[in-house]
């Protein structure tokens, strides 16, 4: 087995055994994924992680990002996800409909219809991607404080939570704000750091956190 993957696996088995649950690891390199670093892949029961990551991390690191996947996968979080992705888009397409009755009865000619049309399915599209992942934020935070107790009790230093999240983002955390609510699958990363922060206070202070995150 290479190098790597026997390091990948320790990580995995100190997090799985306070955890409670052991998932599979996968290594993929950087072609077959090039901007997806670490992912739960609920089918396969799988934490997938790129080379690049693992070898930028140090195991602090990794096991912040082992754990946070864990957590995704131990609290099945796809099934809430899909879920909320079925409601926003029969929503979404009842809103389409609603625009496309509005611009058959409007009286204007077919070059008006069909443009607002077009424009109805990017706009509407955009809010239903936006819809679902604000919708996912909620378990985000969670997998990001859980994370952290997790690392706490492996053994782990859980202030390197604070450089993963840095090196999962190419090394200095950008300002996303509205650009990221659009884009990003996770919460802000300012607002993952600060919550990263607080939380270890709260552990130092020997607070439940689970509890106090849901
Ligand atoms: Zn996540």
Known sequence: ????????????????????????????????????????????????????????????????????????????????????????????????????????NSGRGILVRIGGRLIGVVALGAIGQVAINTLTYPQEKEADVVALSLMIKAGYNPEAALSALGNLYGGRLPDLSILNVMIGSHPDPRIREHLIKKTIRQLQQGRDVFRESQ
Not at 33 to 45: K, T
Not at 52 to 64: G, I, K, P, Q, T
């Open 1 to 104: 087995m290479n190098k790597r993957l026997t390091r990948i696996l320790a990580i995995r088995d100190r997090i799985a055994r306070v955890a409670r649950f052991r998932p599979y690891v996968r290594l993929l390199g950087k072609i077959e994924m090039e901007e997806l670093q670490a992912i739960a892949d609920h089918e396969r029961n799988t934490i997938v992680l790129t080379t690049r990551l693992v070898d930028r991390l140090n195991d602090d690191e990794l096991a912040w990002v082992v754990s946070h996947e864990i957590i995704h996968l131990a609290s099945k979080h796809h099934v809430k996800r899909s879920a909320d992705a079925t409601r926003v888009s029969a929503d979404i397409s009842q809103y389409y409909d609603k625009l496309c009755h509005w611009l058959d």
